[in-house]
């Protein structure tokens, strides 16, 4: 589907760019442009911490995080700035943002296609084909883009997980659909990444 296809090419270019920006304003205590195209008021800002879960009912999920996820409000403006109407939360977090060294930078970003009139006019089996096929248009682009990658399974769907290096900062990421929305958790450290990369996404729970 096309429109699907776009999200997906967008998803890497905001993903790497998301991941950037974060690691300047950790580091130099930066703000949003004031002039940013704000997004609609569609993001939950409440958060229930229960037994080291950061719960997020608006979005969906749980996870566990050593860091507490605020939303990416950059993030947000600069999608809708791209003609991205469909990302609907963001949020970000880091720990160690003094030390470039050990800074680990967390990110969650999920689009919404439920309210786009043409995925919603899809039979359920059709919904599921253009998910699968964007999928595989996204694996095409991380290929494109010099991304290696391998399929996996997710919260029971088809998903890619892929590693790259964002200005020296080495950084996996897993992205894949499920109920209308795609779904992209990320995380960029120079120490210990597969490690804390593991444990952030096994802790992910939809709810």
């Known amino acids: 589907m ?8 967008l998803a890497i270019c905001a993903a790497v760019i998301s991941c950037g920006n974060n690691a300047q304003s950790y580091n130099n205590d930066a703000s949003a442009d004031s002039t940013a195209v704000m997004m609609p008021e569609a993001v939950d800002t409440t958060v229930v911490t229960t037994s080291g879960y950061q719960t997020f009912p608006d979005a969906g999920f749980s996870i566990t995080c050593p860091a507490e996820l605020e939303i ?13 109407t469909t990302m609907a939360f963001a949020y970000s977090g880091a720990t160690d943002k003094d030390d470039q060294d050990a800074i680990c930078i967390y990110n969650i970003n999920i689009s919404d296609w439920n309210n786009d009139s043409e995925y919603s006019r899809l039979s359920q089996s059709g919904k599921r084909n253009s998910d699968r096929e964007a999928l595989d248009d996204y694996a095409s682009n991380l290929v494109k883009n010099g991304i290696e990658h391998k399929y996996s399974n997710f919260c029971g769907e088809r998903a890619l997980l892929y590693s790259f290096d964002q200005m020296g900062l080495p950084t996996m990421a897993v992205f894949f659909y499920k109920n209308g929305r795609g779904y992209l958790l990320q995380v960029g450290t120079q120490r210990d ?3 804390k990369f593991k444990s952030f996404m096994q802790s992910f729970e939809l709810i």
Do not use: P, V, W
Request: glycine content about 4%; hydrophobic content about 40%.
């Open 72 to 84: 990416n409000q950059h993030f947000l403006d600069m999608a809708r700035q791209q003609g991205n």
């Open 2 to 9: 096309k429109k699907l296809i776009i999200c997906s090419i």
């Open 193 to 195: 990444l597969e490690s």
